[in-house]
């Protein structure tokens, strides 16, 4: 761990389960910039952090805290945002922000009349190969876009009933990062066309999701699909009139035309906390709703077909 600076910003960490146990604990044991000071999870605690069952607890607990960050599934986060934000603290919210727009809306609204701090994360923006890939596509013409994010849930969600269940996004849970990710990179507005989606019976949430859009002038494609076993795809490939722009890995691997690959060492949480800290500091909010008004579009206009049903 780094010396803490003085000032340094007393989090709350709610919701200890994979995303905090993987990204958020390690971003912030390097970031000396805040103080992890309490957790809230149902079952879960830390060694040495002080523990609740729940957000209520953790804020009437004396951890004089100034934000709290959220890693708790989307249908929930709203009450627990609330709870922040009226007792004046700064919140960070994993992705997909809340269960739906209006919820997030509402916090906002709440965020910018207690004079706090909303941040809703788009961690794949993070990735090495898109700040570049933006910078790239600026001013080139875009003919078409396809994305195709095929990953295993088993592998990668073992035993998350949340994520099938309403509010859990299902495939859309990764997918919103393919869409996080184009509406980052692409000038024009992405606009959805048509979509369908495979809904297993008994479930709430999408298996796999087709979706076909409009940027400008290019149509845009993606193929969502969470029971991709072999080799697992995260990429995003941009046709345009200087050649074809690749995105592999989550965007993590960048490849243009006549030019090397390119790839970093994976910061987005890292990223993501410091950007953090820089809004709390101008006291400004950073609030896109894109990705997750694509999604909620799709669950307006797509054809749903149910499924064999899906066990874990
Ligand atoms: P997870 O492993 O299920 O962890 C979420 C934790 O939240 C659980 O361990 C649970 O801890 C707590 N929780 C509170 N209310 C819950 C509820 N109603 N149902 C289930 N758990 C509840 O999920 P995760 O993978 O960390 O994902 C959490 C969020 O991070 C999601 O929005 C996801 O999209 C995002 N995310 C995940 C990944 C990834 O690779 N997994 C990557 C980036 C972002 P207690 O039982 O102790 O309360």
């Known amino acids: 761990m780094t010396e803490r600076q003085e000032n340094a910003i007393r989090l709350g960490l709610v919701g200890i389960g994979k995303i905090a146990r993987d990204q958020h604990l390690p971003a912030l044991a390097s970031d000396d910039c805040f103080v992890l000071a309490a957790t809230a999870s149902r079952n879960a605690t830390l060694d040495q952090i002080p523990g609740h069952a729940d957000i209520t607890a953790m804020l009437e607990g004396g951890h004089a805290l100034d934000a709290v960050s959220l890693c708790t599934p989307p249908d929930?986060?709203?009450?627990?945002a609330l709870a922040a934000i009226d007792a004046g603290l700064h919140v960070m919210l994993e992705k997909p922000p809340a269960a739906t727009l209006s919820e997030i809306a509402a916090l906002a609204e709440r965020a910018r009349a207690r004079g706090v701090t909303l941040f809703t994360t788009w961690h794949s923006r993070e990735a090495a190969g898109v700040g570049p890939a933006r910078a790239w596509l600026t001013g080139k013409r875009i003919d078409a876009v396809?994305?195709?994010?095929r990953e295993d849930i088993r592998r990668w969600h073992p035993g998350q009933e949340w994520i099938l269940a309403p509010g859990g996004f299902g495939v859309f849970d990764p997918g919103i990062n393919a869409l996080s990710i184009a509406t980052a990179i692409l000038p024009d507005p992405l606009l959805l066309e048509s979509a369908w989606m495979d809904v297993p019976e008994g479930r709430a949430s999408p298996l796999a999701a087709g979706l076909t859009m409009r940027s400008g002038g290019a149509q845009v494609t993606a193929a969502f699909d969470f029971l991709q076993t072999g080799p697992q795809t995260w990429d995003i490939e941009v046709d345009t009139d200087a050649g074809m722009l690749r995105l592999?890995?989550?965007g993590s691997i960048l490849q243009l035309p006549d030019a090397p690959e390119m790839q970093a060492p994976d910061r987005?949480?890292?990223r993501l906390y410091?950007?953090?800290a820089e809004l709390v500091?101008?006291?400004?909010?950073d609030v896109d709703i894109r990705p997750i008004q694509l999604v909620a579009d799709a669950f307006l206009l797509a054809e749903r077909r149910m499924t064999?049903?899906?066990?874990f």
């Open 274 to 276: 410091a950007r953090f």
């Open 146 to 149: 396809r994305i195709a994010w």
């Open 76 to 80: 929930g986060r709203h009450a627990q």
């Open 281 to 285: 500091a101008a006291g400004e909010s």
């Open 308 to 311: 064999a049903p899906f066990a």
């Open 248 to 250: 592999r890995m989550g």
């Open 268 to 270: 987005e949480y890292a």
